[in-house]
T-cell receptor, first 110, second 114 residues
Framework: SQQGEEDPQALSIQEGENATMNCSYK?????LQWYRQNSGRGLVHLIL?????REKHSGRLRVTLDTSKKSSSLLITASRAADTASYFC??????????FGTGTRLLVSP | GAVVSQHPSRVICKSGTSVKIECRSL??????MFWYRQFPKQSLMLMAT?????????EQGVEKDKFLINHASLTLSTLTVTSAHPEDSSFYIC??????????FGSGTRLTVV
């Protein structure tokens, strides 16, 4: 399977704390993207990092990419209850399709 | 911004019947559309990639005769689950790709086969 792995599978934190999720993948990529999915809903695009980039920021989000280790991390700072969702990394591979990781379920308690 | 409309959002059908799900890009022409399947608390699994006017490319293990994909125009792709069975119950999500907007996802269709 080309699917990437994410860890942890589940993460429970308090509001105000930081949340870090990790993603590992198997093949060469054009870019890596992170998405959020609220329960039973569609996907919301969060951030895209290209294969020649190492770090990217967007608001409270910070993404890193290490192509030598085929891994990425998503950091959400100062988390809020509204951040409760599942987070998926997705890699765009050679034939321009998105392959999703296994996902991390984040629970932020007030 | 780019919007993808997916219908229906929920459908319940009897075992043995067929169900059609539509995916439309509302304000852009999609070069490619994708169909994903998601089981509860699991990730999205890519089922197939379709380009307008050509046959869909199915991922390994996906039955093309079971999941019929038609990409009739640059703004519409349909997925038909034929002779549905309870094990086909799942959340199906489409995505449309356009160079300017990247990937845009529909809101998904929850299929329940009884």
């Amino acid at each position: 399977s080309q699917q990437g792995e994410e860890d942890p599978q589940a993460l429970s934190i308090q509001e105000g704390e930081n949340a870090t999720m990790n993603c590992s993948y198997k093949t060469s990529i054009n870019n890596l993207q992170w998405y959020r999915q609220n329960s039973g809903r569609g996907l919301v695009h969060l951030i895209l990092i290209r294969s020649n980039e190492r770090e990217k920021h967007s608001g409270r989000l910070r993404v890193t990419l290490d192509t030598s280790k085929k891994s990425s991390s998503l950091l959400i700072t100062a988390s809020r209850a509204a951040d409760t969702a599942s987070y998926f990394c997705a890699t765009e591979q050679g034939f321009q399709k998105l392959v999703f990781g296994t996902g991390t379920r984040l629970l932020v308690s007030p | 911004g780019a919007v993808v409309s997916q219908h229906p959002s929920r459908v319940i059908c009897k075992s043995g019947t067929s169900v059609k799900i539509e995916c439309r890009s509302l304000d852009f022409q999609a070069t490619t559309m994708f169909w994903y399947r998601q089981f509860p608390k699991q990730s999205l699994m890519l089922m197939a990639t379709s380009n307008e006017g050509s046959k869909a490319t199915y991922e390994q293990g996906v039955e093309k005769d079971k999941f019929l994909i038609n990409h009739a125009s640059l703004t519409l792709s349909t997925l038909t689950v034929t002779s549905a069975h309870p094990e086909d119950s799942s959340f199906y999500i489409c995505s449309a790709k356009q160079e300017r907007y990247g990937y845009t996802f529909g809101s998904g269709t929850r299929l329940t086969v009884v």
